[in-house]
């Protein structure tokens, strides 16, 4: 079974852009998360959505959305580019069966450079 | 709110030898546990989790966890370590209280095993 893709691996923006991020679960999980991880802030929770709604937020400004489709794909947004987003964002997906105790399995990231 | 401490920036130890990375907790309530492993360049990697049960908890390419309620641990622990087995090391708990999947995660821990 393929694991969690994302799309793109690295991307290269300027300060004031905005980016969309794409994230494709494992066959079949219907929960993912979205994190940030920098060598300052660490790994640092932005999201979860969970049959097209979001069920958890972090503590990230409004800058930072997502979504999730019918087929359980995700996307995140984030517009107004600032120095401070250049990290490695991390998606992970879980089955989500009964909402509990449920592994998530991470991808292999996108790596956002803002200049 | 929930915390997670790893003391060590990074463990040193030789092929071979035991290894041991320290992880303490802080959740209201019974807390879920979680070791990823991340390599460079990649996502994180799912090791092992606590849930509920022995305190003792086996996972994948042979590492262990105890986890330890008196002392809000769950220390990562294998008995011969390998060299393949460097990399950054994150613990992460999911407390009972949560709506979704949130994990926080600790500052994560470097293992450098040497030949």
């Known amino acids: 079974k393929a694991g969690v893709t994302q799309t793109p691996r690295y991307l290269i923006k300027t300060r004031g852009q905005q980016v969309t991020l794409s994230c494709s679960p494992i066959?079949?999980?219907?929960?993912v998360s979205w994190y940030q991880q920098t060598p300052g802030q660490g790994l640092q929770f932005l999201f979860e959505?969970?049959?097209?709604?979001?069920?958890n937020k972090g503590n990230f400004p409004g800058r930072f959305s997502g979504r999730q489709f019918s087929n359980s794909r995700s996307e995140m947004n984030v517009s107004t580019l600032e120095l401070g987003d250049s990290a490695l964002y991390l998606c992970?997906?879980?089955?989500?069966?009964?909402?509990?105790?449920?592994?998530?399995?991470f991808g292999p990231g996108t790596r956002l450079l803002v200049l | 709110a929930q915390s997670v401490a790893q003391p060590e920036d990074q463990v040193n130890v030789a092929e071979g030898n035991p290894l041991t990375v320290k992880c303490t907790y802080s959740v209201s309530g019974n807390p879920y546990l979680f070791w990823y492993v991340q390599y460079p360049n990649r996502g994180l990697q799912f090791l092992l989790k606590?849930?509920?049960?022995?305190?003792l908890v086996k996972g994948s390419y042979g590492f262990e966890a105890e986890f330890n309620k008196s002392q809000t641990s769950f220390h990562l622990k294998k008995p011969s370590a390998l060299v393949s087995d460097s990399a950054l090391y994150f613990c992460a708990v999911r407390g009972p209280n949560n709506a979704g999947n949130m994990l926080t995660f600790g500052g994560g821990t470097r293992l450098m095993v040497k030949p």
């Open positions: 606590y849930i509920t049960g022995d305190n």
């Open positions: 992970a997906s879980s089955l989500a069966r009964g909402g509990m105790l449920e592994t998530q399995y």
């Open positions: 066959s079949g999980h219907r929960s």
């Open positions: 959505y969970f049959s097209e709604t979001q069920r």
